[in-house]
C-alpha cells in the first residue's frame, strides 16, 4: 500500500503494518482510495481501509485480475473537500488509477467525484449517501442506500413500531439533512406527524437545551440523525433526562464505539443500517469471519460498504480482463453482486435497489431487529425522476 503525501507516509505504512500482512510486490492495477485516516473521522476511516484492503488481499492471493495485481494507492482525505479534490487529481494525474473508491463521507466525496467523472474513471462509493454524488455523471456508483432512501425507512420503521408523534433531531450536514427529508417526505403518508424538529452542529456533544425541549415535547419515537461520536453523548443525555421513546438511528451509528460512549443507555436503540451481524447469507458469514481472523475485530457497517465496495469494482475488473473507461463503467453498471451487505444490482442512476437492515442494541452489541423491505418506499432516483 503506497501513499503519495509526503506527510502521510509514516502513517499509511504504520497503518499496514498493524492492519494487514501486505505484498512486497509491485501491483500492476492501480485503485485509488480517498479516507479520513485522521480527524474527527479516523476511527471510521480505519474500518474502511480495514474493509477495503481485506477485498484486495483475498483477489491478490488469488492470482489476481488477469494475471496482475491489486494496488490500493490510498490517500487520507481528512473527510475534507479541501483535501478531496488535489488526492482525487493526484490519483488521476500522478498515479494513473484505473478506478477509486469512495472510503469517505459525503462532503468530500461529493467533492472528488466530479474529478473522477472528468476523467471517465469508475468511482464506487462506500457508504456517502447524499444524491449529488451520482448525479455528477455515469462514472459514479453508490453500494448502499443514499440518503432520501434510508430516512424514508427510519419512517416505516417508526410506523411498524406503531408510533404516530414523531420529533427529529438532524445533524446540520449533508449526512443529516438528507435523513431528515427522506423522513419527512415519506412521514404523511405512513401517518406519522413530526411534531417538532431540533438540529446541532457536528462539534457539539452537550445537550442540555435540545434535551429540555425534546422531554416537554414528549415524543412516542425520536428519529435522531448523527455519527457514533454524537450519537453517543447525545442518546446519553436523552436517557438521563428519563426521555424513554425509542430513538432510531442510521448508519452513522453502526459502530462499537457508539456502544462504548452511550452505555447502558445505548440499549434498545435501533438503527437502519446495511449490516446484519446475525445474517444467515454465506456472504455475510464469510466477510464477519474473514474480517475478524484479519483484524481481530468485529465489523462495521463501514468496513463492510468498503469491503463491498471494492470487491464490486474487482469483479467488474474481472468481466473486463483489467480493462477500464467505458468497458469497467459499463461491467460495473450490468453487474449483479452477492455481497456482505445483500444483493445488489445498480439502476440507471446508479443507485442500488436493496432491503434496509435494521438491528437493536442488545446485550452491549448489535443484532438483528427486522427488514425494511418495501421496493416502492425504498426505491432510488432514477435519471427520469
Known amino acids: ?13 504504520a497503518t499496514a503494518a498493524l492492519v494487514f500482512a501486505t505484498s512486497t510486490a509491485w501491483a500492476d492495477i492501480k485503485i485509488g482510495f480517498n479516507v479520513p485516516l485522521t480527524g474527527f473521522a ?25 494475471g496482475q495485481k491489486i494496488e490500493l494507492v490510498v490517500y487520507d482525505d481528512q473527510a475534507s473537500p479541501k483535501e478531496a479534490v488535489p488526492s482525487a487529481t493526484k490519483m488521476v494525474e500522478k498515479d494513473g488509477v484505473i478506478a477509486a473508491v469512495s472510503g469517505s463521507y459525503s462532503g468530500s466525496t461529493r467533492a472528488a467525484a466530479s474529478v473522477f467523472q472528468r476523467a471517465k474513471i469508475p468511482y464506487v462509493v462506500a457508504y456517502a449517501i447524499h444524491p449529488d454524488i451520482t448525479l455528477a455523471g455515469d462514472y459514479m456508483f453508490r453500494v448502499s442506500a443514499m440518503g432520501e432512501v434510508q430516512g424514508r425507512g427510519g419512517a416505516k420503521l417508526a410506523q411498524n413500531l406503531g408510533k404516530k408523534n414523531v420529533v427529529l433531531i438532524t445533524l446540520k450536514n449533508d449526512f443529516g439533512k438528507a435523513l431528515a427529508s427522506g423522513f419527512k417526505d415519506a412521514a404523511p403518508n405512513l401517518g406519522l406527524t413530526i411534531i417538532n424538529e431540533y438540529e446541532y452542529g457536528m462539534p457539539d456533544r452537550q445537550f442540555g437545551p435540545l434535551v429540555s ?29 428519563g426521555i424513554t421513546a425509542p430513538i432510531i438511528g442510521q448508519e452513522g451509528y453502526d459502530s462499537d ?27 455475510t458469514i464469510a466477510f464477519l469471519a474473514d474480517y475478524r481472523k484479519a483484524t481481530n ?27 477500464g473507461g467505458v468497458a469497467l463503467r459499463d461491467a460495473i453498471a450490468s453487474g449483479t453482486y452477492d455481497m456482505p451487505i445483500g444483493k445488489l444490482t445498480f439502476n440507471d442512476l446508479h443507485e442500488v435497489k436493496k432491503d434496509i437492515q435494521v438491528q437493536i442494541v442488545k446485550d452491549k452489541g448489535f443484532h438483528h431487529y427486522s427488514v425494511i423491505s418495501d421496493p416502492v418506499l425504498l426505491a432510488p432516483p432514477t435519471k427520469a425522476k
Open 213 to 241: 425541549k425534546l422531554k416537554s415535547d414528549n415524543p412516542e419515537v425520536i428519529y435522531a440523525s448523527g455519527y457514533f461520536f454524537t450519537a453517543g453523548p447525545l442518546v446519553s443525555q436523552i436517557r438521563a433526562a
Open 257 to 283: 464505539k457508539f456502544i462504548e460512549i452511550a452505555g447502558d443507555a445505548s440499549e434498545g436503540t435501533l438503527i437502519t443500517t446495511s449490516l446484519d451481524r446475525d445474517s444467515k447469507a454465506p456472504a
Open 42 to 66: 479516523a476511527a471510521d476511516g480505519k474500518s474502511a481501509l480495514q474493509g477495503a484492503q481485506l477485498a484486495v488481499n483475498q483477489v491478490n492471493a488469488s492470482g489476481g485480475v488477469a
Open 1 to 13: 500500500m503506497k501513499s503519495h503525501k509526503p506527510q502521510f507516509r509514516l502513517l499509511m505504512v
Open 297 to 323: 475485530q468485529g465489523a462495521d457497517m463501514v468496513a463492510a460498504s468498503s469491503f463491498t465496495a471494492m470487491a464490486v469494482l474487482i469483479n467488474a475488473l474481472k468481466r473486463t480482463d483489467g480493462k
